[in-house]
Structures are given as C-alpha cells and as structure tokens.
C-alpha cells in the first residue's frame, strides 16, 4: 500500500485565488511527521512547511497552511492568494518514528501535484 | 537556511564509463546524507542513506555495485554510477539532515544532477 497518495496529478488556479493540494498518508507509528516541499522546473526542492503528529495546531508559514485532520490521515497544503511564481511540482512526504530510531529522518515522497497559476 | 551543492549539476556520458556526483554540505555538519533519482515528470525515490564513516544503507532494488557511495567526512558524500547506461539517465539528487528554523530536523536538498548517459 502506498504511504503517501496525492491523487491530483495537475491543478489549476487563477492568480490571487486559493488552492488545496491533497495529501493522505498511511502508517501505523504513532510519532510521524509530514512536509510539503515545491519544485520549480529547475529542480530544487523547496521545504515549504512541516506538521508534527503530535501538534494540536494546523502548521502555517506564511501564504502557506497545512489542513492537518489525524483521524482521516489528510494533511492538505492551503497556499493562499497564488502567485505565478507558485507554479511548480508539489510534493507530500512523511517522515516516520522517533528519533535516534532506525531509519528515522527517511522521507517518503508521494507522487506529486503539478500546480499551474493562470493570469 | 543550511545549504546543500551538488557537482557537477549536468553530465553527459558515453555509456560504460563511470560518473561521480558530489554532494556537500557547506555550513553545517551532516552525519547522515541521502541519495534520490527522480525520472521525469516522477516522484523522488530513495536511493540510499550514506552515514559518515560507515557502509551506506540501500533501499531495496538498489544495486549497491552500481551505485557506489562514499561519506567520507561530515560535509562530503560522493555517489558514483559505475559502468553508466542509458537506463541510468535520470535526475539525482542528495540532501542532508540539518537544523531548519521550523525546529526540527529537516532535508535540506542539494540542486541535483542531471545525469545523460549516451
């Protein structure tokens, strides 16, 4: 089964609008973590936000949010009043386990959200 | 944020011959770095996880004789593709475990390297 599943190969938004990219996870570890990184057609990879699964608040880092619901494993990026320059892939990864742990600190990637910000 | 670089950022090689790719970490110490490839319009996979001073751990499906890797000192991990074929031409890229203003232990990416074998 797959850990990460973002089931929105492409989305489309106009520019100053909202968006919501998917994000379901799967794991049975109690401790877990969960990023959303962007990346532009140069290739980085940008960390964009991070969620604990023990943090009781909703992550936010500037125009970006992450819709966190534990019990339905969601955590959705909200990126607020886009910007053409937000065109880029998107990805969900998560992070499993405590540290020091074995294996901790591997991230697995979902298979990504192509975003594309129209004028 | 910490900085990762990646060299070189582009090769191209004839098929059989062999390729190094170098990741460092520039201002900061990385006891544990790791491999990805990425095929286009792919996700990224896990390659390896290269820990300083000892064995690289592989993921599974990883050939670990054909793609050597080498974590040598804290800042610097080397990933070689030896005998490269034309099914090895993808997109690799490390990153390295830091301290992120987030908090908490991050990846930071290097840029990649953009590998065309012949």
């Known amino acids: 089964a797959q850990k990460i599943t973002q089931t929105q190969p492409g989305m489309f938004v106009q520019e100053k609008e909202a968006v919501t990219l998917d994000c379901t996870y799967d794991t049975s570890d109690p401790s877990y973590g969960l990023f959303w990184y962007k990346q532009p057609s140069s290739g980085e990879m940008i960390f964009l936000i991070y969620?604990?699964?023990?943090?009781?608040q909703n992550a936010t880092e500037g125009r970006y949010s992450l819709n966190f619901q534990k019990a339905r494993k969601s955590a959705n990026l909200v990126i607020s009043a886009s910007q053409l320059g937000d065109s880029a892939m998107y990805f969900c990864?998560?992070?499993?386990?405590?540290?020091?742990?074995?294996?901790?600190?591997?991230?697995?990637f979902g298979a990504g959200t192509r975003l594309a910000v129209h004028p | 944020g910490a900085v990762v670089s990646q060299h070189p950022s582009r090769v191209i090689c004839k098929s059989g011959t062999s390729v190094k790719i170098e990741c460092r970490s520039l201002d900061f110490q990385a006891t544990t770095m790791f491999w990805y490839r990425q095929f286009p319009k792919q996700s990224l996979m896990l390659m390896a996880t290269?820990?300083?001073?000892?064995?690289?751990?592989?993921e599974q499906g990883v050939e670990k004789d054909k793609f050597l890797i080498n974590h040598a000192s804290l800042t610097l991990s080397t990933l070689t593709v030896t005998s490269a074929h034309p099914e090895d031409s993808s997109f690799y890229i490390c990153?390295?475990?830091?301290?992120?203003?987030?908090?908490?232990?991050?990846?930071?990416f290097g840029p990649g390297t953009r590998l065309t074998v012949l």
């Open positions: 990864a998560m992070r499993e386990g405590r540290p020091f742990s074995g294996g901790y600190n591997k991230l697995i």
């Open positions: 290269s820990n300083e001073g000892s064995k690289a751990t592989y």
């Open positions: 969620q604990g699964s023990y943090d009781q």
């Open positions: 990153s390295a475990i830091g301290s992120g203003t987030s908090g908490i232990n991050e990846q930071f």
